[in-house]
């Protein structure tokens, strides 16, 4: 049977479904910084298709560079492509588990990857795992010890948890015969990404795999630009069942690039970490909503004003407002609904129209 492609964030398809006229959205659902792709991009945007009438790179090397001065991963032991959601397709067809836990509410292309490679899914709730670091690792060892991979994010999407790296690790290494797939799409949004991030380990385990994403935090999703970092007899493995050329060229000529934005990743970070602050303190004020924040650039809502959240996206859509419905996250709490965390003027926007909504 044919697994077909789902997704929530779609502003087009709930103006179809709401039947109301398609008009022009503030869209909430996409989790890209709010900045736009950093200066040093823009400023040579013009000089970047000097590159599109030669063949890049078989492997990305350009990419692998990056990851080498930005993280110190050895270059045989990462593999660029065509973003991240992409290779965790091409891993699932290398490794091909029979059997996988998924921790959940999760990114949609877990388990979708998984079932292309025929992998049986079972799913742990993540509030099962913790989110502390006492019994974290004893937890991740219980989560797949009926299978053969376990897949988490971190930070998670939808929910923003951030699970301690040290007790991945620790479990990786107690459970060697399991394969323990990490995906850090987000992780660049977190304060301290250093201490945070798997992508700096030098004591790395053969069984673990890690997905990591260039387009969330430079705002480059058209792009398609991400890699993971596993030991180099893995990466030949999925090289083995890829085609050449997974990155473009315009891609590679970006990579570089993305070394000269330095102030504008501080900027991200400073101005993201104060909108939370302000973001949690005006969510105390909005009725029938209880709102959660975690440790990446986005949050999520719980919607208490009536027993379906469709009472709270289609006035939103009226005022010009798309949010991510979060129903079709397996696992997920009913009625909650996600968003990015933009600029100060685009959240009180937002957050203006919740309390219209919430009032009314």
């Keep these: 049977m044919a697994l077909l492609y789902q997704h929530g964030g779609i502003p087009a398809a709930a103006f179809d479904r709401f039947a109301m006229p398609v008009r022009p959205v503030m869209d909430f659902s996409v989790n890209t910084n709010w900045m736009g792709p950093p200066p040093s991009i823009r400023a040579q945007w013009n000089g970047l298709f000097s590159s599109l009438d030669a063949y890049p790179s078989l492997h990305g090397s350009a990419v692998s560079d990056y990851y080498l001065n930005r993280y110190g991963v050895p270059q045989e032991c990462i593999l660029s492509g065509n973003g991240s959601a992409e290779l965790m397709y091409r891993v699932a067809l290398a490794l091909k588990p029979r059997t996988a836990a998924i921790v959940c509410p999760s990114f949609y292309h877990y388990d979708r990857a998984l079932k292309s490679a025929g992998t049986s899914i079972r799913y742990v709730a993540e509030h099962v795992i913790g989110d502390g670091n006492d019994g974290?690792?004893?937890?991740?060892?219980?989560?797949?010890?009926?299978?053969?991979?376990?897949?988490?994010?971190?930070?998670?999407?939808?929910?923003?948890?951030?699970?301690?790296?040290?007790?991945?690790?620790?479990?990786?290494?107690?459970?060697?015969?399991?394969?323990?797939?990490?995906?850090?799409?987000?992780?660049?949004?977190?304060?301290?990404?250093?201490?945070?991030?798997?992508?700096?380990?030098?004591?790395?385990?053969?069984?673990?795999?890690?997905?990591?994403?260039?387009?969330?935090?430079?705002?480059?999703?058209?792009?398609?630009?991400?890699?993971?970092?596993?030991?180099?007899?893995?990466?030949?493995k999925v090289i083995g069942v890829s085609p050449p050329w997974m990155v473009n060229s315009l891609a590679e000529k970006i990579a570089p690039l993305l070394q000269d934005a330095k102030e504008y990743e501080a900027q991200t970070l400073t101005?993201?970490?104060?909108?939370?602050?302000?973001?949690?303190?005006?969510?105390?004020?909005?009725?029938?909503?209880?709102?959660?924040?975690?440790?990446?650039?986005?949050?999520?809502?719980?919607?208490?004003?009536?027993?379906?959240?469709?009472?709270?996206?289609?006035?939103?859509?009226?005022?010009?407002?798309?949010?991510?419905?979060?129903?079709?996250?397996?696992?997920?709490?009913?009625?909650?609904?996600?968003?990015?965390?933009?600029?100060?003027?685009?959240?009180?926007?937002?957050?203006?129209?919740?309390?219209?909504?919430?009032?009314?």
């Design 136 to 236: 974290v690792t004893e937890a991740l060892c219980d989560a797949v010890s009926l299978c053969d991979a376990l897949i988490l994010g971190n930070p998670n999407n939808p929910t923003g948890r951030l699970m301690n790296r040290q007790s991945i690790v620790d479990a990786a290494k107690r459970c060697p015969d399991k394969w323990f797939l990490v995906d850090e799409a987000f992780i660049s949004f977190v304060m301290n990404e250093a201490a945070s991030s798997l992508l700096f380990l030098r004591d790395w385990p053969k069984n673990l795999i890690v997905f990591h994403s260039l387009t969330k935090f430079y705002a480059l999703p058209g792009i398609r630009l991400g890699a993971f970092r596993a030991s180099p007899e893995m990466v030949q």
């Design 271 to 360: 101005q993201l970490r104060a909108e939370v602050t302000r973001l949690k303190t005006r969510s105390e004020g909005v009725r029938h909503i209880s709102f959660t924040f975690g440790a990446a650039n986005f949050a999520t809502g719980q919607w208490h004003g009536s027993n379906t959240l469709d009472d709270l996206m289609r006035p939103l859509l009226a005022r010009g407002i798309f949010v991510r419905d979060c129903s079709n996250f397996y696992g997920i709490i009913p009625n909650t609904f996600r968003f990015a965390i933009r600029s100060a003027r685009d959240n009180d926007a937002l957050f203006d129209a919740l309390n219209e909504v919430a009032c009314g």
